[in-house]
């Protein structure tokens, strides 16, 4: 789709952010499922903000070792930022933050990682917009992408071309938010929406009153954006450990989550209202047993 002004293909901003920690193993799934089908649609900018950290100690993604330091060459960025922690505004950010609460129950530390995660993201994006983006993939560099971006990159060009903000986000673990593992967002209010959450996070903090979450954090967000509209898609990917070991992912789409947990709140107030009844039909007995199964599923994933 052209850039009606110069009649040139769109530019697409590709925008890796975070710690690489496993981009030797997710790159061919980068290139074959993302960059190759961005240049089929026109001219790609890869843009890279990382933290240069040598060691990963993360008990509840079970990692530990040493992370090669100039990984994030493999992306043959055309813009990279490094930060090197202890980074200021981030620690400053994490302390206010960490008042409301740890939502992993985990000593902070998952809370630690995501701050970090949103300055990098926000570092990432202010580049691409510095730079006139108006299409921009954010991309984890540490997921193993299973889907070409073919189609959803043909929607996010006709939506630009229709003068559209639209953000498009995979369509499972939502967790009552909106995934924020990989996006393709279209106008500037939607890279901004998607890619400034670090500017929201005390804003969210306090209008919920709650600890910070991602998928929580990122509706917040783009509801700030009138015009922005949240599509989701069944793009998968999943995340790759430092050892390559790839993480077993959930991609139940959120609406079958959605039809479960309402199920099992009906199923709950009949059981209130007619115990007698529900406790002799079988059908509905073992029909709560599978719908408490998927909850306490869906519960534990989170």
């Known amino acids: 789709m052209a850039n009606r002004a110069t009649d040139r293909p769109q530019t697409i901003h590709v925008c890796y952010f975070g710690i690489t920690r496993s981009l030797r193993f997710t790159l061919p799934s980068i290139e074959d499922n993302i960059l190759k089908p961005a240049r089929q649609r026109g001219p790609v900018r890869q843009f890279c903000h990382v933290f240069d950290i040598g060691h990963i100690d993360n008990p509840r993604s079970e990692e530990r070792g040493s992370v090669d330091r100039n990984e994030h060459a493999l992306l043959q960025a055309d813009w990279l930022a490094v930060d090197t922690p202890p980074v200021a505004d981030v620690d400053a950010r994490f302390l206010r933050i960490k008042s409301y609460g740890d939502n992993w129950n985990d000593d902070f530390r998952s809370l630690r990682n995501l701050t970090h995660q949103l300055y990098s993201l926000k570092t990432v994006t202010d580049a691409a917009l510095e730079d006139g983006a108006k299409i921009c993939l954010f991309c984890r560099p540490d997921l193993s992408y299973h889907s070409s971006f073919v189609?959803?990159?043909?929607?996010?060009?006709?939506?630009?071309?229709?003068?559209?903000?639209?953000?498009?986000?995979?369509n499972w673990q939502g967790w009552d938010g909106v995934n924020d593992r990989f996006a393709v967002c279209v106008g500037h209010e939607a890279i901004t929406g998607?890619?400034?959450?670090?500017?929201?996070m005390e804003a969210y903090a306090k209008a919920s009153g709650r600890p910070l979450q991602g998928e929580s954090l990122l509706r917040y967000a783009l509801a700030e954006q009138p015009r922005v509209v949240v599509i989701k898609v069944p793009l998968k990917a999943s995340r790759v450990r430092l050892s390559g070991t790839v993480k077993a992912e959930d991609f139940r789409p959120d609406w079958l989550i959605g039809l479960y947990l309402r199920a099992g709140q009906t199923l709950g107030r009949a059981r209130r209202a007619m115990p007698g009844w529900v406790q002799h039909n079988r059908h509905l007995r073992k029909l709560g047993l599978r719908i408490k199964t998927l909850t306490l599923h869906h519960v534990l994933r989170r």
């Open 151 to 170: 189609a959803t990159l043909k929607h996010a060009m006709t939506a630009h071309a229709r003068g559209e903000e639209r953000v498009f986000v995979p």
């Open 194 to 200: 998607y890619g400034r959450r670090w500017d929201v």
